[in-house]
């Protein structure tokens, strides 16, 4: 069993950073698939970034949406993955979600059902 536990949401201005963390527990998960997914009252959960590291190289993935703004990072030693919000918009309004899962497949899955471990997440507002 894999604990997630997320933080570093809040209120922040377009146009700011946040830096989300993600936190695990129960066991290493140095090679698992992790991502970040997001969240909007009324929607559908959506991926926002996926990291893979394996023994041979690594593979990130980003949604359109957040390309070229927010980068996925994993310090191992820490067993924690970073999310690092930069040039925010008020769309990038959601609960953000950690999600793990031991495969470590390429390419970096976005489907939500793909994830086993999940956090209990974390509020990200930006104001216009």
């Known amino acids: 069993q894999v604990q997630l536990v997320e933080s570093g949401g809040g209120l922040v201005q377009a146009g700011g950073s946040l830096r989300l963390s993600c936190a695990a527990s129960?066991?290493?998960?140095?090679?698992?698939?992790t991502a970040w997914f997001r969240q909007v009252p009324g929607k559908e959960r959506e991926f926002v970034a996926g990291?893979?590291?394996?023994?041979?190289?690594?593979?990130?993935r980003y949604s359109d949406s957040v390309k070229g703004r927010f980068t996925i990072s994993r310090d191992n030693a820490k067993n924690t993955v970073f999310l690092q919000m930069n040039s925010l918009k008020p769309e990038d309004t959601a609960v953000y979600y950690c999600?793990?899962?031991?495969?470590?497949?390429?390419?970096?899955?976005?489907?939500?059902?793909?994830?086993?471990?999940w956090g209990q997440g974390t509020q990200v507002t930006v104001s216009s």
């Open positions: 999600a793990s899962d031991p495969k470590d497949l390429l390419p970096v899955s976005t489907t939500e059902s793909w994830y086993v471990y």
């Open positions: 129960g066991r290493t998960f140095s090679t698992y698939s």
């Open positions: 990291i893979v590291i394996r023994w041979s190289g690594s593979a990130t």
